[in-house]
């Protein structure tokens, strides 16, 4: 069974940093682009950031500069650096890979960025 584990998320003020993990399971890690999601309420899950499986990376326009995706093959884990967070940056975080043509999701870590 595939197993998607996030961490990391909390309460910060403006201009503080997180550093959010998600370690993986069940899956060869390896071979699959990784995503990083996130949710605000009443909005919609929109893509932050993606790996691919030779380290490529891509951000969302708006986190361009402040966060920072990577991935650690030996650990099964990825992770999400956010640095100058800001009230807007508030949201559910999740996790994601398609896998055998399927959307695989984490439970979310909460990040929270006060004014």
């Known amino acids: 069974q595939v197993y998607l584990v996030e961490s990391g998320g909390g309460s910060v003020q403006a201009g503080g940093s997180l550093r959010l993990s998600c370690r993986t399971s069940g899956i060869n890690f390896k071979i699959h682009r990784m995503n990083w999601y996130r949710q605000a309420a009443g909005k919609q899950r929109d893509l932050v950031a993606s790996?691919?499986?030779?380290?490529?990376?891509n951000y969302t326009d708006s986190v361009k500069g402040r966060f920072t995706i990577s991935r650690d093959n030996a650990r099964n884990t990825v992770y999400l650096q956010m640095n100058a967070l800001k009230p807007e940056d508030t949201a559910g975080y999740y996790c994601?890979?398609?896998?055998?043509?399927?959307?695989?999701w984490g439970r979310g870590t909460q990040v929270t960025v006060s004014s």
């Open positions: 790996i691919s499986s030779d380290g490529s990376t």
């Open positions: 994601h890979l398609t896998w055998r043509s399927s959307n695989l």
